[in-house]
């Protein structure tokens, strides 16, 4: 065991192995950064290159990317309020408001830090621990995916802004969106009005670009024209001061937190990475000692979706590598990579395979410093963006919101769902809705609905089933214990 | 005037240049002459993406063009199929369809395209016979005891299928109306997770490929069973797993990965590129990917591609018919 373990660490440390890893991580950041463009996109794209290298050059180089594009989608979340890859949406919430204070680069250097802490927490869980995590993931039915998702929603139900009844009608109108497509039980079309794109349900990706990038785009192009083509008003600051040590300790725990929630949810297959993130978010804002600047520019908001967002990266690997059962998107792409190279996951994978997965493991954690390093190099030229003039910066946002939404699913009707989002998502923020709630409920609500029929099928209709099985039993007692605390303790949000 | 020069010579070679893209499409060219494009109706990183891409991995050898994969997922294949309806019949535009796209969707809605007269059935490179698994630890042991049991308990036994109207679904029904068995039915989103919730024991039988989610491992092991196995004949990777026949269920069900053309490609094309992918599935490169994916190839084209999807479509149609399926 040791001398594979040495075997392995020693194959995996190659100039031309980091190299490859550098480049992964290089890519990843790149392509997270381009809204629309997404991780899963990414590793798709590279697959077929990775089939004429050997594996421990291959892997290791498409984990790269996985773990940039991660980080890489926080920052035009952070610069222009577009979530570069779906889970940033979290990150858009404070990173945003932090930018336009003329902090980009801080917030950017905090995204930085938390995903690189929370991807190497993740990664030492995946390696110590993906046996046991494995057979936990296992272990959740339909029944206990529903319990799951009823405490995320209760911790989540913080997240509603200022008004608490603006936040329920935004979480409405999620659950609305979500249910479009076909009903996952029956086959019967939801809310499709005979267009065939509605058919599948309106996607991610589309939904996000039309209601934060297209709705900011729109909201920006309110102002006098000559405002537009001067200089933004904080571009002195060019992308603000680098973040204080302070800063990263005071939300140390925040990270440690979202790392232990984006792993645990991230290996537990079919959940993802926006949930894991939004979950994280909403446990820090429950936990803050000032909750109130969530949602206007806190650190520990971008800490907190950043970290459980990277957290995923190492344990949606977790069910992939043991069980042979893709944890995500890219972990389902990452699992075909190894199948192709003769690396068939599952049970048997590490006594068949172990130099080569000691030799990934390796390559997977020296990723983090890599991107750290990289993330740090690259931090100023992202953070000048601020600096540039509206006038050029909006077309080019567009521009970047038409080809996201059309190479989601090479689908022009997700291009105009998007532009209907986005006018849809001006008028909501014009009249002071909260976006988040409705982001939440459209990712939750249709797993969440789908589970709870599933587990009632299996039951033959018996709703006690909710309370007979034990994991189940206990997200649904831990999600009552938050609603009476967060009763007991009164909200500390106060409205304006 | 030398302005009223300039807009001359402009419009002058802007309208030289249509000559010539209308030489470029003409048939003076040799077919391909540019980059084959294949359209995926599935997702990235399943079985199907893999298998297209191993395809393109060598196919400019014998195309002498790049093939570009198009994932493009979404609405059940419809938005994928409809792209390759409108596209231009030339040949360069092709789709890596599998079966339920053809052979069950169209009986369960309206899909808006005829699958057996709108396209032109080009090449079946690889096939995946489905299996029915169960943990190894149920009570019952094969596919006769499952059956008794199913009998004896009705609406107990619980099977959980990639979806409604999937494949796995109509292999369950045919089941139920060839034993008269009553089992549950539990629809998942996808066969990942329905595989997942079976080897968790939520639910009792599940469907399962040979090559994936270590199903072989597993049934080395002792950890699962394979009920039966939806092909003709046995497979040699289980060889003692029966087939449904043996079991007494009349049902054939493969992943098919078959290269589609839209109607009224050229046939002296369609023949080219029947060429050109018989001799790949000999490429070494292309066999030890699709061996590493525990897969081989399975050629099949001409009009015995044709028939067997026309046999299939009939059969599925006659299986939902049986339930009360109409189209809507």
Redesign the interface.
Known sequence: MLDQIIEGIMMALTWKAILFVAIGVFAGITVGAIPGLTG??A??IL??FS??MPPELGIPFLLGVHKGALFGGSIPAILVNTPGTPPAAATCLDGYPLAQKGEAKSAIQMSLYSSTLGDTFSDIALIVAAIPLAAL??????ADFFGLLVMGLTVISSVTGSSVPKGIISALIGLLIGAVG?D????A?RFTFGF??L??GI?LVPLLIGLFAISEVLIQVEKKLHLLSEKPTTAHLKGGRPLKMQELKDSGRTILRSSIIGTIVGAI??TGSSIATFIGYGAAQRASKKPEEFGKGSYEGVAAAEAANSAVAGADLI?TLT????GG?TA?????AF????L??????FEENAVTMYAIFTLLLIGNPIMLIQGWLLTDLFAAVVTIRQAILIPCILLFCVIGGYIY???L?DVELALIAGIFGYVFRKLKFPLAPLVIAYIITPMAE?SFK?AL??S?GDYTVFFTKPISLFFILLAAVILILSVWKQPKVSGE | MSKLKFVLVVVLALSLSTIFMGLSDSHARKFPWKPIKVIVPLGAGGSHDLNTRAVAAVAYDYLGQPMIVQLMPGAGGKIAMHALKKAKNDGHTLLMSSASHLTIGPHVRNMGYDPLNDFEFVFMFTKADYMMAALASQPWKGFKQFIAAAKKNPNKISYGSSGIYGTGHLMLLKIMADTGAKIKHIPFKGGGPAYRAGLGGHIDTFGALPATGGTLGRYKRGQVQILGVCSKKRIKMFPKVPTMIENGVDFVLASKRTIIAPKGTPQDRIDFLVGAFKKLVKNKTYKKLLKKMGEKPSPLYGPALKADFVAEHAAFGKILASIGVKKK
């Open positions: 899963v996109m590793t798709a697959v077929p089939f004429f993931a296992l272990k959740f039915g339909p076909f996952a039980v029956t086959g079309e065939d794109t058919q599948g996607g297959p079919g069910p069980l042979g059962i893709p998107g389902a792409i990452l699992m075909g199948i192709a190279q003769g068939r996951p599952g049970p048997s994978l699913h090479n689908n009707g789908r599933q099928l299996i033959g």
